[in-house]
């Protein structure tokens, strides 16, 4: 069809002339967000009008209403039509008739249809008993007929809305939690719902509800910016996609950051975690008022009698100075003066936390306001309050987001705005990077009590993570900013020089314990230097933990802290002056020696599996200990490919493999012959371990090659392929300097994958170096695996052969 038909189709009101003008105008570059969601809503407009008025015909005491988000004017490329055909009910018959002439076009264009068809009477009750009807009539708006009936409803639907409203806003809240416990919050989701989830679009939609109750009113400032971003992304994701969807998912966040005229994905997620986080705040607020106004209304009847009918005064209770508590929140003072009083910001969070209440939203924009900047350096008592402030545990992230809230973070600490609703594209990590380095403070504050220094605990917490923000590594950049920070907060030259060492190697003792053999002298020696001291080195400790914590649960587990643990007291002992001592073949146990035996004289594997459990720790005080796996231990005549096979067997059998060490065994006097010892830990990814018998016959199989491994893994994935939305990183290999003097270490980084250390193996095996060790560590969909390697006569490679064959391992992982 032309362009001018589609125009005379538009003018008579055809369906494939509303198709076409709608196709036109979402097709204009040069008109978007809410011009565009207008015009689209007056498009439609104008069409359901024609197809009314076509099927009225005269008929009198009915009228077409747009409800919801169509009734608001917010109209997204996809959006569903929500109508209400209203009449009096004088003539059903013509009623239905009506409502057929309206609502089968709109299905035949394929547009999503909400619809009802109702009396003033009939809508009425059942706003009364469906909240979410009761929603969608407050942005009742006339399309077209009976204009005065529309007018009697909306008057009519608004004045139950305020009589019920003590009744419905509880109801609604808990709507609200209810969602938000399903959905997640949408300042922190790699994949949010921008609709559903906590601080999307249907949370702003309830605050207008909660504004047109009369009842209690949302912070204006910054809400009607934040909900058109979140409409505007919307469009975009209708666009990009083609489809009703409110789901930013990854694979479609490039597209929508282009067709917004963005930089790329993460400066999109920025922008929605930042207009979440407006919407998220003005929630709280808004909620909290509203409990504070149905408190008030219950108690005031009674104490007006006790009082004789007189005005109740409100308790106000000293917390510092300045600071009072009153009605459940943290308020100033009437003596308060934040413009003589740079220190009250802090102190008055600081109070907050402790006492676990809320900053009041009027103190907080009083003292944004009025408060001037703290001097270069701080006062005592402004480092101290911001030690409080952190060390207060789970309080603390309202008060600090009640104060980022209004731009005093940034005030305060001018590097946090690069770090600022930051996204980490890390499955690991369950918060931005601001709310992780909040969390780390927040688990660093049960760590208090484990170290000399909770202050530096605490504010190493705060900022291990903040040169995220800044190109290249993090933790080298972090420790330049941690230096400038520490300084200005008023921390004295060896403080400001801890503080540093903490940032620069927060990740040191995990990454050590769970990468490097702990066995050799060179990796405690070389931890040692870094940490430098005791002192230093017990901070280090609790940052570790509180960090993982803060990341989420697949950061930490008992296994990770008792490597931890393993490696903080390896490293003790060589800052207390004892010398490591090179590593021997020690003597095997006697079961060691038993299978090395028993495979000399089968002439084959021989293995056993022994579970491996740890004693209850602090955190975990009762209770049966957690298990770290199960011990597998296997003894193989010496042959090459031994490494390879027992990954293949294990992957075949959904075995995950937490450290795996293999060496050659001395053996007795009088027994010829040499055998390889492999000592693994292992877990079953899901369901039950399999048998012994049924692992060594796999094995046997695997090393007289009459077991196709790799053809076994790719049937299975092939059977069961495993879904994924994004292309996951290139694989990366890398040879790290200096590691041990024993051996060449091997780091790996890849996509986990079954069957992923069989092909590692496979590769090392093809390159004729043997693994002393190997020490495999999963985060997430992550693995990051070291390999101590050594030529075929026991020692270190060359460099350029270490190159070569990172080169080649790398070249083979990406294949």
Not at 64 to 88: C, F, M
Not at 130 to 143: S, W
Not at 384 to 410: C, F, K, M, N, R
Not at 493 to 504: F, K, T
Request: with cysteine; aromatic share 4%; charged share 25%.
């Amino acid at each position: 069809m032309t362009s001018t038909g589609a125009r005379e189709e538009t003018e008579d009101s055809g369906p494939s002339g509303y198709a076409a003008a709608r196709l036109r105008l979402l097709q204009e570059g040069a008109r978007s967000g809410p011009p565009r969601r207008a015009a689209l809503a007056e498009l439609t407009d104008d069409w359901l009008s024609g197809l009314f008025g076509a099927g009225a015909d005269g008929l009198k005491g009915v009228s077409l209403i747009a409800v919801g988000g169509y009734g608001r004017g917010e109209l997204s490329p996809r959006s569903d039509l929500d109508l209400l055909l209203l009449h009096d009910g004088t003539d059903s018959d013509a009623i239905a008739a009506l409502a057929d002439r309206i609502w089968y076009p709109v299905w035949d264009l394929g547009l999503a249809l909400d619809h009802s068809v109702r009396t003033s009477a009939e809508a009425r009750k059942t706003a009364g008993e469906d909240l979410k009807v009761q929603l969608g009539l407050l942005d009742a708006r006339h399309i077209a007929g009976d204009l005065g009936l529309t007018a009697g409803l909306r008057t009519a639907v608004l004045a139950d809305w305020r009589n019920q409203a003590p009744k419905r806003l509880p109801e609604l809240q808990e709507l609200c939690a209810e969602r938000a416990e399903r959905q997640g919050e949408l300042q922190y989701l790699l994949e949010p719902d921008l609709k559903e989830a906590r601080g999307g679009l249907r949370d702003a939609t309830a605050l207008r509800a909660v504004a047109a109750s009369w009842l209690a009113d949302a912070p204006r400032e910054g809400l009607d910016d934040a909900r058109r971003r979140l409409l505007d992304v919307r469009d975009a994701l209708h666009l990009a996609t083609g489809r009703a969807t409110d789901r930013l998912s990854l694979q479609e966040q490039d597209q929508v950051a282009a067709e917004l005229g963005l930089l790329d994905a993460d400066t999109l997620l920025r922008q929605v975690y930042e207009a979440a986080r407006v919407v998220s705040y003005a929630s709280d607020v808004t909620w909290r008022e509203v409990g504070r106004v149905l408190r008030s209304r219950a108690v005031r009847p009674r104490l007006r009698a006790m009082l004789g009918g007189g005005k109740p005064v409100a308790d106000r209770s000293p917390l510092a100075e300045g600071v009072v508590e009153q009605d459940g929140e943290v308020v100033l003072a009437r003596a308060a003066r934040p413009e003589r009083d740079p220190v009250l910001p802090l102190r008055a969070a600081a109070a907050a936390a402790e006492a676990g209440l809320p900053l009041s939203l009027h103190a907080v924009r009083r003292m944004a306001a009025a408060t001037r900047p703290l001097p270069t350096p701080w006062p005592a008592e402004a480092r101290e309050q911001l030690v409080t402030l952190l060390g207060s545990g789970h309080p603390t992230v309202e008060v600090w987001e009640a104060l980022e809230a209004e731009g005093l973070i940034t005030r305060l600490l001018p590097d946090w705005e690069r770090v600022r609703c930051r996204p980490q594209r890390n499955a690991v990590h369950i918060w931005t990077v601001d709310r992780h380095l909040i969390e780390t403070a927040v688990r660093a504050s049960e760590f208090t009590r484990r170290v000399s220094r909770p202050d530096l605990l605490l504010v190493s917490a705060l900022l291990h993570d903040i040169g995220k923000g800044w190109p290249g590594d993090h933790s080298v950049a972090g420790e330049i900013i941690a230096r400038d920070v520490a300084g200005r907060i008023g921390f004295d030259r060896e403080d400001v020089a801890v503080l540093a060492a903490l940032v620069r190697h927060h990740l040191l003792l995990v990454e050590t314990a769970t990468r490097r053999d702990l066995e050799d002298p060179a990796t405690v020696r070389a931890v040692a230097e870094a940490v430098g001291t005791q002192g230093t080195l017990e901070l280090l400790h609790a940052l570790t933990e509180a960090d993982a914590l803060a990341t989420g649960p697949a950061a930490w587990s008992s296994w990770r802290a008792s490597l931890v643990a393993d490696l903080v007291k390896r490293v003790s002992a060589v800052l207390a002056g004892d010398v490591p001592e090179e590593p021997e073949a020690g003597a095997p146990t006697a079961e060691q020696e038993r299978l090395a035996i028993e495979a000399i004289a089968t002439g084959s594997p021989v293995l056993s599996l022994r579970a491996q459990t740890e004693p209850p720790t602090e955190d975990q005080p009762s209770g049966d200990p957690e298990p770290l796996g199960v011990e597998l231990l296997i003894a193989v005549p010496d042959q090459k490919g031994v490494l390879p096979a027992v990954a293949g067997v294990l992957a075949m059998h959904r075995l995950a493999v937490r450290t795996a060490e293999l060496r050659a065994l001395d053996l007795p006097d009088g027994v010829e012959g040499s055998v390889l010892l492999l000592d693994w830990r292992v877990a079953a990814e899901y369901g039950s371990l399999p048998q012994a018998a049924r692992l060594r016959a796999d094995l046997v199989r695997a090393l007289d090659g009459s077991l196709d491994i790799a053809g076994r893994l790719a049937e299975r994935d092939a059977a069961y392929p495993r879904r994924r939305g994004v292309v996951a990183p290139a694989a990366r290999v890398t040879v790290a300097p200096a590691a041990s003097r024993l051996a060449t270490v091997i780091e790996v980084r890849a996509h986990d994958a079954p069957g992923l250390l069989h092909r590692i193996g496979r590769a090392l095996e093809d390159a004729n170096v043997r693994v002393r060790s190997a020490h495999v560590s999963t985060l997430g969909a992550n693995a990051v695996d070291a390999f101590y390697v050594t030529g075929p006569e026991g020692a270190p490679l060359p460099s350029e052969d270490a190159g070569s064959v990172a080169r080649k391992l790398e070249e083979t992982l990406r294949g």
